[in-house]
């Protein structure tokens, strides 16, 4: 699969396209989650990556009417050159939800697992540091994760089934938080961590 795009246009796309400082943070931490996912899964890392980084390219837009979420995406994206196979995996973390007409489509791809498991997860991890005595996530372990991952009322709005979809690739739930916290532990400072 293409991109369609070089990481470099990604990073011109992404930074014209979202403003809000949360989300900007939430697409960082997407991107080295799947680029470490990708490194891990013998996967094109600079493409997962992309993913990682655009899919939530509309938000800023949408954020009002999330029935839009996913559906004003394709129109940035192909505008920006991106390729109809990457467009797919990227609108593919709406699928089951409300987003666009997408509720009764299903993930089929690994691709498309690890990008909804892998920007799912950020979410988890993001909490769990904001909620640390010192609100960092260097000395973060990834059993305290686990255990807050069967806690459903903390970060209650983080989909738990969908994280599991990392089972999808062929990584256990700990293996997959282990990538998942050690990528996002490598922007730490970047988005406040």
Known sequence: MQAGITYKQAQELFG???KDPMIR??????EV????LAK???????LWGIAGLLHDIDFDETKNDVSQHCVKCVDILKNAGVSDELIEV???HAYGTEC?????KERTTKFQHALAAGE?????????GLMRPDKKLANAEVK???KKFKDKSFAAKVNRDVIRECEKLDLELGEFLEISLEAIKGIADEIGL
């Open 16 to 18: 014209k396209h979202i």
């Open 25 to 30: 943070n939430h697409c960082r931490e997407s």
């Open 33 to 36: 989650v799947l680029r470490a």
């Open 40 to 46: 891990r899964l013998g996967e094109d890392e600079e």
């Open 90 to 92: 990227i609108i593919s």
């Open 100 to 104: 666009g007409d997408y509720k009764d």
């Open 120 to 128: 799912t997860v950020t979410g988890l991890i993001y909490a769990y």
């Open 144 to 146: 305290s994760i686990k």
